[in-house]
């Protein structure tokens, strides 16, 4: 079935440095992938929509300048969390949809998630 | 706006019992919703998707059922093993295709002893 790997799966950073976090799609192309955060005991929150070759979309609240996405290849998503705080200490998690597999009722793909910790 | 719920947040049941996991939302126009399974510290895993149009998906010990009209969905777990403790989180998704946003509950997380 359709693997979406993310890496790294855990970073510890200072406060006021940036970290990046890949996610992959390993066996199909996506051309849209899409980036949650999940904090202790909360849901997951939507926070962009990453479109292969354009900008991305951001969900009300979520700082584009903070969070920067780049979806460069139909297999490569990236996130960049500029000038780390720690309460952007969280854990993040990418998905994406195989666009091989039915289109009406095809579920969403995860990786295993990345834990930011930022001190 | 839409509002997903899981209700209990924790359950703990010895194994063998079957059980119930509760989710409800408030606007019932909706496309599909996904259960998925979260492990501690680990990603999604898709379990069943269930279209505005059906009433149940069945996968193994895993059986969802949907009712749109009242905004509620259920998990029933059947013969529960030690395995199946995690987080079990529901989402809707909203609008009228696969590509509309997806709104998750909280989650239930479930203990199953041995």
């Known amino acids: 079935g359709a693997v979406v790997s993310q890496h790294p799966s855990w970073v510890i950073c200072k406060s006021g440095t940036s970290v990046k976090i890949e996610c992959r799609s390993l066996?199909?192309?996506?051309?849209?992938m899409f980036w949650y955060r999940q904090f202790p005991k909360q849901s997951l929150m939507l926070m962009a929509t990453s479109n292969e070759g354009s900008k991305a979309t951001y969900e009300q609240g979520v700082e584009k300048d903070k969070f920067l996405i780049n979806h460069a290849s139909l297999t490569l998503s990236t996130l960049t969390v500029t000038s780390a705080h720690p309460e952007d200490s969280s854990f993040y998690i990418c998905?994406?949809?195989?666009?091989?597999?039915?289109?009406?009722?095809?579920?969403?793909?995860f990786g295993n998630g990345t834990r930011l910790t930022v001190t | 706006k839409q509002e997903v719920t899981q209700i209990p947040a924790a359950l703990s049941v010895p194994e063998g019992e079957n059980l119930v996991l509760n989710c409800s939302f408030t606007?019932?126009?909706?496309?599909?919703l996904q259960w998925f399974r979260q492990d501690p510290g680990k990603g999604l895993t898709s379990l069943l998707l269930?279209?505005?149009?059906?009433r149940e998906q069945t996968s193994g010990r895993l059986n969802a059922s949907l009712d749109k009209s009242s905004g509620r969905s259920t998990l029933y777990i059947a013969a529960s093993q030690p395995g199946d403790s995690a987080t079990y989180l529901c989402a809707v998704r909203r609008g009228s295709s696969n590509t509309g946003k997806l709104i998750f509950g909280q989650g239930t997380t479930l203990q199953v002893k041995p």
């Open positions: 269930i279209q505005s149009s059906q």
């Open positions: 606007d019932s126009a909706i496309y599909n």
């Open positions: 066996d199909f192309q996506a051309t849209t």
């Open positions: 998905s994406a949809r195989d666009p091989q597999e039915s289109p009406w009722d095809s579920p969403l793909h």
